[in-house]
């Protein structure tokens, strides 16, 4: 995953994206980040640095969080950056959730 860019994952998920017709499509991409694309827009917003001692549950968040996203309106460019900051706070050991507000707490802060 080192030469991780917008064009090669366009490439990449091209064919897919047409052949189950998936109009907005997100790739968790590691400590990379989070790739997401639609009809207008494609981009890879990376991860924010952190204390990450175990990744379990981190890609499970990812996905419940920007599916409650989407659920609650945002864009798809707003819900991939929430959940990639949601899937960046998987920092405790096992599997863990992610408490809501200190989820807030660092939307709002990274936001700033």
Request: hydrophobic residues 40%; glycine residues 6%.
């Amino acid at each position: 995953m080192e030469n991780v860019n917008v064009s090669s994952l366009q490439e990449q998920t091209k064919s897919f994206k047409e052949k189950q017709s998936i109009k907005s499509l997100m790739v968790t991409l590691s400590e990379k980040g989070v790739y997401y694309s639609d009809n207008t827009n494609a981009e890879i917003l990376p991860a924010h640095i952190r204390n990450i001692s175990d990744v379990s549950g981190a890609g499970d968040t990812v996905i419940s969080v920007a599916s409650l996203a989407l659920a609650a309106g945002l864009n798809l460019h707003d819900a991939s950056w929430v959940a990639n900051i949601a899937g960046g706070m998987c920092e405790k050991v096992g599997v863990v959730s992610v408490d809501k507000e200190e989820l807030e707490k660092e939307v709002i802060r990274l936001s700033q």
